[in-house]
C-alpha cells in the first residue's frame, strides 16, 4: 500500500513509476532506480553496476558525453548517480517546468547507452584512480574489511567498487552483457517528488522509455549469505597515524518488523553527540575525535557494528570501553530517559530529513525498488514512538549478544589479533 500522497503506476512493459506531490515547492527530484548492484554480480565482473553507473553518462545514440551535460546545465539543474550492494540510482534535480527534460535525458541514459570501447578503456582508469583512493582513505577502507571478513566469500562481502583485478581485466563485451541483462524494465522504478502530477509524469516516462523491451518481472536471484558463527579479527596494516576500528555482529533485514526498535537502539549506543559511545568513549575520557554505531540493512540480512578512529596505542582502551557499553545494554537495556531521547531523535530527524524532493524521491524510489515497506509519515512516527522498553530489549539479544567480528586498519604490523580475542568474545 502507498503511503498518502504517493501514487503508484506498473506499466504494461513492468517498469513501476512512483510519486509523491509536494505542490509547495518549484522544484522536482527524478530518479531511474535499477534492482542490482554489487552482490547481484558473478565474481568476474565485481564491481559492474559501479562501472556501469560511470559509462552510462558517456553518450547514447542521440547524445553525447558532454551534451548530457550540457542540457541539464544549462536550465540549473543537478545530474548524478550511485551504486549501492543491492540497487544503483541515476537521479537529477531541477525546476518543476524541466520535468519532461530530465525525464527524457535519463531514460534515454538507461536505455539508449552505446557503452564504446573507447570509452570502457578510458572509464576504467578513472575507477581505477576511485580505489585506489578508498585504499587510501582508512575511515573508509575498514568497514569494507568489516564486510569481507563477516560475508566471506558471498557477494555482499565485496566492495562495491570491485578491485584492482577485476577492473583490469574487464572487458567491453562482459560490461555490455551485464548491461543488456540488468537494464530492463522489469528490474527499473522511476520515482518523481516535487510540484507533479502523478497522470503526468506517467506519460512523460511513456514518451521517453515506452518503447523498453524486456522481462516484465525483476530478474534478480539472490542467495542469502551465512553468517559467521565464530568471532573473528581482521588486521589490515597501513602506515597510518590512527587505527580505524569497526566492531560488528549480526543485525536484521531492512524490512524486519523490528527495525523500529533497532533504530532506537543504536540512536541511543552510537547515534549523535548524547548517545553512550560518544560521551563514554569520547567525552568522558578522550579516546577518539570520531565513533559511532549502525545498523547496516539489506534485503534478506544485516549487520550491527561500531566504527572508531584513536591513537594506536588507545586501541584496547577504546575496545574495552565500547565491549563494557554493548554488554550493559544488551544487560540492562536502556533507561527510560536514553529510550523517549532516542525516540524523540528519530521522530525528529524522520520529519527534518524528509523536507526536501530528493529526499522524498530517494525514500519512495529506494522502498519499491527493493520490496520494502513505504509507510505514511505519520505511520513512522507512530511506530517510533511505540517502541518499548521491552522491544529495545529483545532486539538487542540479536545485535549485541554477537559473535563479534573486529576490523582494525592501522599500524599493525607484526601485531598478533590473539591480542584483541577477549573484545570478540561472546556476551558473558
Known amino acids: 500500500m502507498a503511503a498518502e500522497g504517493v501514487a503508484v503506476t506498473r506499466l504494461a512493459s513492468g517498469l513501476r513509476v512512483v510519486t509523491e506531490a509536494m505542490p509547495d515547492v518549484r522544484s522536482v527530484a527524478v530518479g531511474f532506480w535499477i534492482g542490482v548492484g554489487s552482490r547481484d554480480e558473478r565474481d568476474p565482473v565485481a564491481g559492474a553496476s559501479h562501472f556501469l553507473e560511470h559509462l552510462l553518462f558517456k553518450g547514447t545514440r542521440r547524445r553525447s558525453a558532454q551534451q548530457i551535460a ?26 518543476d517546468r524541466d520535468l519532461p527534460l530530465a525525464v527524457d535525458v535519463l531514460g534515454d541514459m ?3 547507452s552505446v557503452v564504446r570501447s573507447a570509452d570502457v578503456d578510458a572509464e576504467r582508469d578513472v575507477v581505477l584512480e576511485e580505489i585506489r583512493m578508498h585504499y587510501d582513505t582508512p575511515d573508509d577502507l575498514v568497514h569494507s ?10 557477494p555482499l562481502g565485496r566492495e562495491v567498487l570491485g578491485d584492482e583485478h577485476t577492473m583490469a581485466a574487464m572487458t567491453r563485451e562482459q560490461v555490455n552483457r551485464y548491461y543488456r541483462r540488468a537494464y530492463v524494465p522489469g528490474n527499473a522504478v522511476v520515482a518523481v517528488a516535487g510540484n507533479v502530477e502523478h497522470d503526468e509524469v506517467v506519460a512523460r516516462v511513456v514518451d521517453a522509455v515506452g518503447d523498453w523491451l524486456g522481462p516484465t518481472q525483476p530478474t534478480v536471484r539472490r542467495r542469502p549469505p551465512r553468517a ?22 549480526p543485525g536484521i533485514a531492512r524490512a524486519d ?8 537502539l543504536n540512536q541511543a549506543l552510537g547515534g549523535g553527540m548524547a548517545s553512550r559511545l560518544f560521551q563514554e568513549v569520547r567525552e568522558r575520557r578522550g579516546l577518539v575525535y570520531t565513533v559511532y554505531s549502525y545498523n547496516g ?10 566504527y572508531a578512529g584513536t591513537a594506536p596505542r588507545k586501541a584496547c582502551e577504546v575496545l574495552r570501553v565500547v565491549r563494557t557499553e554493548l554488554d550493559k545494554a544488551l544487560t540492562d537495556g536502556l533507561t527510560a530517559e536514553e529510550l523517549a531521547r532516542a525516540k524523540g531523535h528519530l521522530a525528529g530527524s524522520t520529519v527534518l530529513a524528509l523536507e526536501d524532493t530528493s529526499s522524498r524521491m530517494s525514500r519512495i524510489g529506494k522502498a519499491l525498488v527493493t520490496g520494502a515497506p513505504l509507510p505514511s509519515l505519520d505511520e513512522i512516527i ?41 573484545y570478540v568474545a561472546p556476551a558473558a
Request: charged residues 20%; proline residues 6%; contains cysteine.
Open 70 to 95: 550540457e542540457v541539464i546545465d544549462a536550465v540549473g539543474g543537478d545530474l548524478n548517480a550511485f551504486t549501492s550492494k543491492e540497487y544503483t540510482c541515476f537521479y537529477a534535480r531541477c525546476l
Open 110 to 112: 538507461l536505455t539508449s
Open 145 to 154: 574489511v568489516f564486510n569481507q571478513a563477516w560475508f566471506g566469500g558471498h
Open 228 to 249: 559467521p558463527t565464530a568471532p573473528g579479527t581482521v588486521l589490515r596494516p597501513r602506515p597510518t597515524e590512527q587505527t580505524h576500528l569497526v566492531l560488528g555482529g
Open 257 to 264: 518488523e523490528r527495525r523500529y526498535a533497532a533504530g532506537v
Open 297 to 306: 540493512m539489506h534485503a534478506d540480512t544485516g549487520t550491527f557494528a561500531v
Open 382 to 422: 507512530t511506530s517510533i514512538e511505540a517502541v518499548t522498553a521491552d522491544d529495545v530489549r529483545h532486539v538487542a539479544q540479536v545485535l549485541l549478544a554477537g559473535p563479534w567480528t573486529l576490523a582494525m586498519v592501522g599500524p599493525l604490523e607484526g601485531t598478533d589479533p590473539a591480542i584483541f580475542d577477549r
